[in-house]
């Protein structure tokens, strides 16, 4: 099972997934005032490349911002992809 991890350093964050402390995968943000994130850049290791983990980093981003009632701006263009092809996402996106 993958667990997608989050951290958060002032008004940068990222979503990612560690194995045996190595990063695998992540998908980091900057906020733009205080209820709105913008992913900038996603990063999948080649051996999980197609199991779904970006898929994953970006439904852990749309969970915490639906628990803290902000918005997301998907700059980065695999992020933008994945919230394009889902409206159940629109709840949370700035376009």
Excluded at 22 to 27: E, F, I, P, S, Y
Aim: hydrophobic residues 40%; contains cysteine.
């Amino acid at each position: 099972m993958i667990e997608v991890q989050h951290r958060e350093n002032g008004h940068k964050g990222a979503f990612f997934v560690e194995n045996q402390g190595k990063l695998m995968a992540q998908m980091t943000y900057s906020w733009a005032g205080p209820d709105k994130l913008i992913i900038d850049h996603t990063d999948v290791s080649d051996s999980l490349r197609g199991k779904g983990v970006g898929n994953l980093l970006v439904e852990a981003s749309v969970a915490y911002a639906r628990d803290r009632n902000i918005k997301i701006i998907p700059l980065c263009t695999f992020a933008k992809s994945v919230f394009d092809k889902n409206p159940s996402y629109s709840d949370v996106t700035l376009k």
